[in-house]
């Protein structure tokens, strides 16, 4: 075979992925960044030009989702990373009952974001909800998690973060078994305690593991809609609004370029912050 | 080792996801099918060799929908065998709309579907996805009053499936009895007989505010007040020289609203629609703003507490010019993409006809007067809808909502309703940011004179 031919029959082999990433990936992304132009009804189109932009950024509202979808990003994955890394600690030490607790830990993860959302907000109801009646058996006066405009995003954070942490916790466990016995070993010849092996070898070479919930966590919180959406709709008011859940809203409204817009926007912010973060966080992994 | 694991957990989960929205996605479209009993028994007797059509009618997930759906479909099947009509749901508001843009604008819609008239309707394109009704005979059937309201651009496009509704307050007259209050006359008149219900262990005014839409009565209710200081609002609005925060009289139903700060029930942010009703009822609460459509919805849940409940309009400031602000009927409407315009046009005029009038009013309590000519209410309607009656029988004592009479209406109204009811955001600053929303709405609509 010439060197032409091998190539050609390597790279055949990439058409069919190919086909469906650029079928169903690259031609919807060029056509919203055409759409964003357009007053757009889905069946006829009208170009016209900036407008949707300058109408998004004109948006009362957005301050308010650009300050909810960082708070929101910020809380969630910096919980996430705290809990899963004590977590997966916890799960691969010398615990009987690990291999349960590890299903328990993760159970959340499989549940609908939706169900999750619909539970939590019963469980959240100010006067009948379980939470506030349990403390009110204790004598302490609940606040209303999710009508009070100042708690109502951190309820939702809590929630995101009691179903996410299983996932990190996952994610850590791998990165934590995938360390090297030697180490442990030369802890031991060095008569180091438990402190000094979370301290000196499990942080520092589960770091990839580290990277990879924030990066995912962080992500995921700055596109975060779903379980927002089943508990507050961006209520009351627009106390709870992500920078989605407006989008979501002007596209109920029937602004199908507007909305379109506004994913431009959100694919240039969650970009802007997701590659900046990515590169600083892989660039001080070590090899194990 | 590491990545391989992560990796394996990741196809998992993208796995399991795919199961989960699978899962939902059958939902809705499983509650058709409850009209074909009626067709084997009329097959073999009638020499009728028409073909079998079979019809698909959207109604929206409320029962009260689905009840008038289910017998107009099965009256209508036993008169004409050959059409069957089956059934399906659909949410309710905004995410309602989104579902009936959405497949209008891909062309799945179904042949026949309900839907509000007004505003809303004129969000659809109706000129491009409906079917044009205009010169139908059964047209002639229905009020003058009520065609505008599901016409655009010279063409009628629709069929009330309901009677027409009223905005304003219900009250539970046990509890007026109980601290001898009387109906209010004017706003000062309703803001006293709150303040005498306040710290009683009754909410003045049930606030259902979880469903966001129902924040917006008190504005939108209080319009026939409106209409009364500035006649010319609705035309001023539409045409973009009149605005809510600048006109007065407008501008005080923002402020109406925002007097009622207080006087809500403690959760009333966690509250949903169906509690408010329940509350009202029972006597939780004194007063729940809302449309008439709510009677059915009480009478099926209460029935023996339906007696307690009355209906006053929403009160201006002067006492001899109270009246009522109406809601016109939702309307059935086809789809211009249907394949049997000519059985589905049927269905319509059977709906429009007084027969069809008389079947709703068989499964559901009238919410206020038909309009459908010739079309009386049972005389056993609650007291309720009875309260309502001498505004609609008076000259001039009814005005259509704000919604019936201007294309614009603008989507974040229910959210800053809720802000100012719930003393979060000043009525003025509402007024002025829901003008910000309308003109955003204005031009995605592509109207003149924005």
């Known amino acids: ?288 | 080792m590491q990545r391989k694991s992560i990796g394996m957990i990741l196809a998992c989960l993208l796995l399991l996801a795919g199961l989960l929205s699978a899962c939902g996605g059958n939902n809705n479209g499983n509650s058709g099918g409850s009209t074909s009993g009626t067709n084997g028994a009329s097959e073999g007797s009638s020499a009728e060799k028409k073909e079998k059509v079979k019809l698909s009618l959207l109604v929206d997930n409320s029962q009260d929908s689905i009840n008038i759906g289910e017998a107009l479909s099965k009256a209508f099947t036993e008169k004409n065998p050959h059409i069957e009509i089956e059934l399906e749901t659909r949410p309710q508001g905004t995410e309602g709309d989104n579902f009936v843009k959405t497949r209008l604008a891909t062309g799945d819609m179904n042949d026949v579907f309900f839907y509000n008239s007004g505003s809303l309707l004129q969000a659809l394109n109706p000129e491009q996805n409906l079917l044009d009704l205009s010169g139908e005979a059964f047209l002639d059937n229905l009020l003058e009053s009520y065609l505008p309201v599901v016409s655009s651009g010279g063409k009628v496009f629709g069929v009330p499936f309901r009677s027409s509704v009223a905005g304003g307050w219900f009250y539970n007259k046990k509890i007026y009895e109980e601290h001898g209050l009387s109906v209010p006359k004017t706003w000062d008149e309703l803001m006293a007989n709150l303040d005498k219900l306040k710290g009683t262990g009754v909410a003045p005014i049930i606030g259902s505010y979880k469903d966001t839409w129902t924040s917006q009565l008190i504005v939108l209710a209080d319009y026939y007040n409106v209409q009364q200081a500035e006649p010319n609002f609705a035309n001023d609005y539409t045409a973009n020289k009149a605005k809510y925060a600048t006109t007065p009289a407008a501008l005080r139903s923002f402020q109406k609203l925002g007097e009622t700060v207080g006087y809500y029930n403690e959760d009333l942010l966690a509250t949903t629609y169906d509690t408010a009703l329940a509350m009202l009822a029972e006597g939780k609460g004194a007063h729940y703003p809302m449309l008439s459509f709510a009677v059915p919805v009480i009478e099926q849940n209460f029935p023996d507490l339906i007696d307690d409940i009355g209906f006053f309009a929403q009160p201006g400031d002067d006492p001899n010019k109270v009246g009522l602000t109406v809601w016109m009927p939702d309307s059935a409407y086809i789809s211009a993409n249907t394949k049997h315009p000519e059985e589905a046009k049927q269905f319509l005029a059977f709906i429009a006809s007084v027969e069809g009038a008389e079947i709703i009013s068989g499964v559901t309590t009238p919410s206020g007067p038909f309009v459908v000519k010739g079309a009386e209410l049972p005389d056993d309607v609650p007291q309720v809808v009875k309260d309502m009656m001498p505004y609609f029988n008076a000259e001039g004592q009814t005005s259509p909502a704000l919604e019936f009479l201007s294309p614009v209406k603008g989507p974040m109204l229910e959210q800053l309703t809720v802000e100012v009811g719930a003393g979060m955001r000043s009525p003025e600053d509402a007024a002025a940011l829901y003008d910000q929303d309308v003109a955003k709405q204005a031009m995605q609509l592509g109207l003149e004179g924005w």
């Open chain 1, 1 to 288: 075979m010439s060197k032409l031919q091998r190539k050609i029959y390597s790279y055949s082999f990439l058409v069919p992925a190919a086909i469906v990433y650029i079928i169903i990936f690259i031609v919807p992304t060029f056509l919203s960044f055409f759409f964003s132009l357009t007053r757009w009804t889905l069946s006829d189109w009208e170009y016209i030009g900036l407008d949707n932009f300058i109408t998004f950024f004109k948006e009362p509202y957005l301050s308010i989702g650009f300050r909810n979808t960082f708070i929101y990003a910020v809380v969630t994955c910096g919980l996430k990373v705290v809990l899963g890394l004590l977590l997966g600690v916890l799960l691969t030490g010398a615990l009987r009952i690990k291999n349960y607790l590890r299903s328990v830990v993760f159970f959340p993860t499989l549940v609908s974001t939706i169900a999750v959302g619909i539970t939590f907000s019963v469980m959240m109801h100010p006067t009948t909800g379980l939470i506030n009646e349990t403390l009110s058996f204790f004598g302490i006066k609940g606040p209303d998690w999710l009508g009070n405009p100042s708690i109502a995003l951190l309820s939702v954070a809590m929630v995101d973060v009691w179903k996410g942490v299983g996932f990190a916790t996952v994610i850590y466990i791998a990165g934590i078994m995938s360390i090297p016995e030697q180490y442990y070993e030369a802890l031991q010849i060095d008569g180091g305690g438990s402190w000094h092996k979370f301290w000196h070898i499990i942080l520092p070479l589960s770091r990839p593991a580290t990277n990879s919930v924030i990066i995912l966590a962080f992500i995921g919180g700055l596109r975060s809609f779903d379980l927002i959406w089943a508990m507050t709709k961006g209520g009351p008011g627009f106390s709870t609004d992500v920078i989605a859940s407006i989008i979501y809203k002007q596209y109920q409204a029937g602004f199908y370029g507007l909305s379109t817009a506004g994913n431009v926007i959100l694919f240039l912010f969650v970009s802007l912050l997701a590659f900046p973060l990515s590169r600083f966080l892989t660039r001080k992994e070590v090899d194990l």
